[in-house]
């Protein structure tokens, strides 16, 4: 990765979660490659989550820590 994507990367990073969400579905609805845009129903539900994340409603948890979690339980 060039410098400059690293630094941009380091900045998003910075970001609070909700301006994360929404630099994410920007940059996906700027791919090509993509089929078509975001649906309305996922640009809802992008809305809604960082809605929950700014009310405290919900908590962001790490990956490794949900997969530990599932792992104990299948022990």
Do not use: H
């Amino acid at each position: 990765m060039n410098m400059r994507v690293e630094e941009i990367v380091l900045q998003a990073l910075e970001l609070p979660p909700p301006a994360r969400a929404l630099l994410v579905e920007r940059l996906i609805e700027s791919l090509d490659c993509m089929p078509g845009e975001l649906t309305p129903q996922w640009k809802d539900e992008i809305r809604r989550r960082c809605r929950e994340l700014d009310q405290s409603i919900v908590e962001l948890r790490s990956a490794e820590d949900v997969f530990a979690e599932a792992y104990r339980t299948l022990e």
